[in-house]
């Protein structure tokens, strides 16, 4: 719109006018960074991809809300032995101890670290990574039931017409045109989508309990509910 290359102008703002290079030489002198006045109750550890490849272990304050007073610590690498003894020795007992929570995803390095860390706070799985590991099994069916539906289709006499349905699709365009319509809510479907879903669950019902099983762990943790009553609706969905 003004003329002016993106890149450019970010490489600008990156090198010039943020104090980006300074910060790095000023914080990064040692390798990573620490900030012991961002340590809270509540806290998440990630770790993020950086430019050029390099993965960086980030320990940030919920309470900061992505603003001033969030990011706690950076520390190159995901080794969960050089990041427990960079934080260990960068903290003393009592404010590891002064939090209550930590919040990760589901990778065994990152619940390593945040319990040996932090061993008084509770190691709490991001839901966003639960859910994506139940949305992953719904889109994993699918794809099971499309590829056993192709082998079908290369044993059939290719002179027949292939069969369409009420909407005109035919059921391997079905799954296929389904994928995203799988992981999202059913309020947030279009009449288009819902007449496919629904061919999809009358002819594989197995698709259709996967995806309630799917929104009913969504509808758990948009209500917050209590870890008990969750894991009880979730039993009962599964012997359903």
């Known amino acids: 719109m003004y003329c002016v290359n993106g890149k450019h102008f970010a490489d600008l703002y990156r090198n010039k006018i943020s104090g980006y290079a300074d910060w ?7 390798g990573f960074y620490f900030n012991a006045d961002n340590i809270g109750p509540y806290m998440s550890l990630d770790e993020t991809c950086l430019s050029n490849g390099e993965v960086w272990t980030f320990l940030t304050n919920k309470d900061g809300h992505g603003g001033k007073g969030t990011l706690a ?10 990041i427990i003894s960079i934080l260990v020795n960068a903290m003393v007992r009592s404010l590891r101890r002064r939090v209550k929570e930590v919040t990760c995803d589901l990778s ?47 044993n059939r006499d290719k002179s027949e017409p292939p069969v369409t ?32 879903v629904n061919i999809l669950f009358k002819y594989y019902p197995i698709l259709k309990a ?31």
């Not at 610590?73 to 050089?82: F, L, M, R, V, Y």
């Not at 061993?119 to 590829?147: G, S, T």
């Not at 099983?213 to 979730?234: D, H, Q, V, Y």
């Open 24 to 30: 790095c030489e000023q914080e990064l002198g040692c």
């Open 73 to 82: 610590a950076a520390i190159p690498g995901t080794k969960s032995d050089e």
């Open 108 to 154: 065994p390095s990152m619940m390593l670290i945040a319990a040996e860390v932090f061993y008084n706070a509770h190691v709490v799985n991001d839901c966003f990574h639960v859910q994506q590991v139940y949305n992953e099994a719904v889109d994993e069916i699918r794809i099971d039931i499309r590829r056993q539906l192709i082998a079908e289709e290369n």
């Open 165 to 196: 349905y009420s909407n005109g699709e035919t059921m391997r365009q079905i799954l296929a045109r389904s994928k995203h319509t799988l992981m999202m809510s059913q309020n947030k479907w279009t009449d288009i989508q819902r007449h496919r």
């Open 210 to 240: 996967a995806y309630s099983l799917a929104m009913e762990l969504r509808k758990i943790f948009n209500a917050k509910i209590s870890p008990t009553k969750a894991m009880g609706r979730m039993t009962s969905g599964m012997k359903r």
